[in-house]
Protein backbone atom coordinates (compact mmCIF):
# COMPACT_ATOMS: atom_id res chain seq x y z
CA UNK A 1 0.00 0.00 0.00
CA UNK A 2 1.64 3.66 -0.57
CA UNK A 3 1.46 4.78 2.87
CA UNK A 4 2.57 8.35 1.71
CA UNK A 5 -0.62 9.50 0.44
CA UNK A 6 -2.03 8.78 4.27
CA UNK A 7 0.51 11.15 5.47
CA UNK A 8 -0.71 14.98 5.65
CA UNK A 9 2.21 17.47 5.52
CA UNK A 10 0.90 20.43 7.71
CA UNK A 11 3.32 23.51 7.58
CA UNK A 12 4.24 25.70 10.50
CA UNK A 13 3.18 23.56 13.13
CA UNK A 14 3.63 23.34 15.50
CA UNK A 15 5.88 26.18 15.00
CA UNK A 16 7.08 28.15 11.83
CA UNK A 17 9.88 26.75 9.60
CA UNK A 18 8.64 22.67 10.69
CA UNK A 19 6.35 20.57 8.48
CA UNK A 20 4.57 18.41 10.28
CA UNK A 21 4.14 15.04 9.52
CA UNK A 22 0.26 14.21 10.35
CA UNK A 23 -0.28 10.46 10.74
CA UNK A 24 -3.95 10.76 11.35
CA UNK A 25 -5.19 10.15 7.98
CA UNK A 26 -3.21 6.97 7.99
CA UNK A 27 -5.21 6.06 11.73
CA UNK A 28 -8.60 6.72 10.18
CA UNK A 29 -7.61 4.27 7.80
CA UNK A 30 -8.30 1.10 9.04
CA UNK A 31 -7.02 -1.15 5.93
CA UNK A 32 -4.34 1.74 6.07
CA UNK A 33 -3.72 1.33 10.07
CA UNK A 34 -3.88 -2.53 10.10
CA UNK A 35 -1.18 -3.21 7.32
CA UNK A 36 1.64 -1.27 9.17
CA UNK A 37 1.30 -3.53 11.91
CA UNK A 38 0.72 -6.48 10.20
CA UNK A 39 3.78 -5.43 8.18
CA UNK A 40 5.90 -4.80 11.45
CA UNK A 41 4.51 -8.10 12.97
CA UNK A 42 5.85 -9.85 10.23
CA UNK A 43 9.33 -7.96 10.60
CA UNK A 44 9.52 -8.64 13.83
CA UNK A 45 8.26 -12.17 14.15
CA UNK A 46 11.24 -14.40 14.53
CA UNK A 47 13.48 -11.43 16.00
CA UNK A 48 12.63 -12.86 19.91
CA UNK A 49 11.80 -9.31 20.76
CA UNK A 50 10.24 -9.58 24.42
CA UNK A 51 8.44 -5.94 24.87
CA UNK A 52 8.00 -3.05 22.79
CA UNK A 53 8.93 0.48 24.50
CA UNK A 54 7.43 3.45 22.73
CA UNK A 55 7.51 6.94 22.97
CA UNK A 56 4.98 9.38 24.25
CA UNK A 57 2.37 9.76 22.93
CA UNK A 58 1.96 8.87 19.12
CA UNK A 59 4.23 6.27 19.37
CA UNK A 60 1.92 4.46 21.91
CA UNK A 61 -0.53 4.56 19.40
CA UNK A 62 1.40 2.13 16.92
CA UNK A 63 3.42 0.30 20.49
CA UNK A 64 0.28 -0.59 21.67
CA UNK A 65 -1.38 -2.05 18.12
CA UNK A 66 1.93 -3.63 17.79
CA UNK A 67 2.47 -5.37 20.96
CA UNK A 68 -1.22 -6.83 21.31
CA UNK A 69 -0.38 -8.28 17.61
CA UNK A 70 2.98 -9.43 18.67
CA UNK A 71 1.84 -11.16 22.24
CA UNK A 72 4.77 -8.48 23.50
CA UNK A 73 5.12 -6.82 27.02
CA UNK A 74 4.53 -2.72 26.53
CA UNK A 75 6.64 -0.46 28.16
CA UNK A 76 5.90 3.55 28.21
CA UNK A 77 8.56 6.20 28.07
CA UNK A 78 6.87 9.46 29.22
CA UNK A 79 7.76 13.31 29.71
CA UNK A 80 8.81 13.70 33.65
CA UNK A 81 6.38 13.51 36.38
CA UNK A 82 3.77 11.35 34.45
CA UNK A 83 5.22 7.77 35.64
CA UNK A 84 4.34 7.07 38.83
CA UNK A 85 6.98 4.26 40.10
CA UNK A 86 10.97 5.00 40.50
CA UNK A 87 12.30 5.81 36.85
CA UNK A 88 15.36 6.64 35.13
CA UNK A 89 15.79 9.99 33.36
CA UNK A 90 17.77 11.22 30.45
CA UNK A 91 17.69 14.75 28.70
CA UNK A 92 18.72 15.47 25.44
CA UNK A 93 19.20 18.58 23.62
CA UNK A 94 16.58 20.53 21.67
CA UNK A 95 17.35 23.31 18.61
CA UNK A 96 16.08 25.29 21.55
CA UNK A 97 16.77 23.89 25.17
CA UNK A 98 16.45 20.35 26.98
CA UNK A 99 13.94 17.50 27.39
CA UNK A 100 13.87 14.52 29.89
CA UNK A 101 12.21 11.10 29.56
CA UNK A 102 11.33 8.87 31.84
CA UNK A 103 11.40 5.13 31.85
CA UNK A 104 10.16 2.42 35.00
CA UNK A 105 13.25 1.25 36.79
CA UNK A 106 11.84 -2.31 36.81
CA UNK A 107 9.99 -2.50 33.48
CA UNK A 108 12.99 -4.09 31.26
CA UNK A 109 14.64 -7.17 33.11
CA UNK A 110 18.65 -7.65 32.11
CA UNK A 111 18.96 -9.22 28.98
CA UNK A 112 15.17 -8.41 27.44
CA UNK A 113 15.29 -7.53 23.95
CA UNK A 114 13.73 -4.22 23.30
CA UNK A 115 11.93 -2.91 19.65
CA UNK A 116 11.76 0.87 20.25
CA UNK A 117 8.92 2.44 18.06
CA UNK A 118 7.82 5.95 17.63
CA UNK A 119 5.83 7.70 14.72
CA UNK A 120 8.63 10.02 13.33
CA UNK A 121 12.39 9.82 13.33
CA UNK A 122 13.54 13.35 12.95
CA UNK A 123 17.08 14.66 14.62
CA UNK A 124 16.87 11.49 16.77
CA UNK A 125 17.29 13.03 20.11
CA UNK A 126 13.99 11.19 21.44
CA UNK A 127 15.35 7.58 19.97
CA UNK A 128 18.65 8.34 21.21
CA UNK A 129 17.77 9.66 24.73
CA UNK A 130 15.17 5.94 24.73
CA UNK A 131 17.46 3.92 24.16
CA UNK A 132 20.11 4.85 26.78
CA UNK A 133 16.96 4.38 28.69
CA UNK A 134 16.52 0.97 27.74
CA UNK A 135 20.22 -0.08 28.35
CA UNK A 136 20.64 2.01 31.77
CA UNK A 137 17.64 -0.47 32.69
CA UNK A 138 19.39 -3.76 31.80
CA UNK A 139 17.96 -4.66 28.34
CA UNK A 140 19.46 -4.35 24.44
CA UNK A 141 17.61 -2.54 21.78
CA UNK A 142 17.32 -4.75 18.90
CA UNK A 143 16.04 -2.28 16.75
CA UNK A 144 14.64 1.74 16.21
CA UNK A 145 11.71 1.24 14.22
CA UNK A 146 9.94 4.20 12.70
CA UNK A 147 6.62 4.99 10.75
CA UNK A 148 8.07 8.11 9.27
CA UNK A 149 11.89 8.94 8.89
CA UNK A 150 13.37 12.49 8.16
CA UNK A 151 16.43 11.25 6.58
CA UNK A 152 17.50 14.89 5.75
CA UNK A 153 17.75 15.54 9.92
CA UNK A 154 20.09 12.86 10.36
CA UNK A 155 18.63 11.43 12.92
CA UNK A 156 20.10 8.32 12.12
CA UNK A 157 23.70 9.72 12.88
CA UNK A 158 22.76 9.93 16.71
CA UNK A 159 21.47 6.52 16.79
CA UNK A 160 24.89 5.17 16.19
CA UNK A 161 25.15 1.17 16.42
CA UNK A 162 21.25 0.46 17.23
CA UNK A 163 20.19 -1.04 14.17
CA UNK A 164 17.18 1.50 12.01
CA UNK A 165 13.82 0.75 10.19
CA UNK A 166 11.70 2.92 9.00
CA UNK A 167 8.58 2.23 6.74
CA UNK A 168 8.48 6.18 4.84
CA UNK A 169 11.39 7.66 3.91
CA UNK A 170 11.32 11.92 3.48
P1 LIG B 1 13.43 14.09 17.29
O1 LIG B 1 13.85 13.94 18.73
O2 LIG B 1 13.87 15.38 16.69
O3 LIG B 1 13.83 12.89 16.45
O4 LIG B 1 11.86 14.19 17.29
C1 LIG B 1 11.12 13.08 17.37
C2 LIG B 1 9.80 13.31 18.06
O5 LIG B 1 9.17 14.54 17.71
C3 LIG B 1 8.86 12.22 17.66
O6 LIG B 1 8.25 11.73 18.83
C4 LIG B 1 7.89 12.86 16.70
O7 LIG B 1 6.59 12.49 17.04
C5 LIG B 1 8.07 14.35 16.85
N1 LIG B 1 8.38 15.04 15.59
C6 LIG B 1 9.51 15.71 15.28
N2 LIG B 1 9.47 16.27 14.08
C7 LIG B 1 8.25 15.96 13.58
C8 LIG B 1 7.58 16.28 12.34
N3 LIG B 1 8.16 17.00 11.37
N4 LIG B 1 6.34 15.78 12.17
C9 LIG B 1 5.75 15.05 13.14
N5 LIG B 1 6.31 14.75 14.31
C10 LIG B 1 7.56 15.19 14.54
Redesign the pocket.
Known sequence: MDFKRLIRDVPDFPKKG?????ITPLLKDPKAFQEVIEHLAARYKDKKITSIVA?ES??FIFGGALATRMGVGFIPVRKPGKLPWKTFQET?ELEYGKDTLEIHQDSIAKGDRVLVL??????????AATIRLVERAGGEVAEACFI?Q?SF?N?QQKLKSTPLYSIIQY
Open positions: IVFKDMRGYDDVLATGGTAILLG
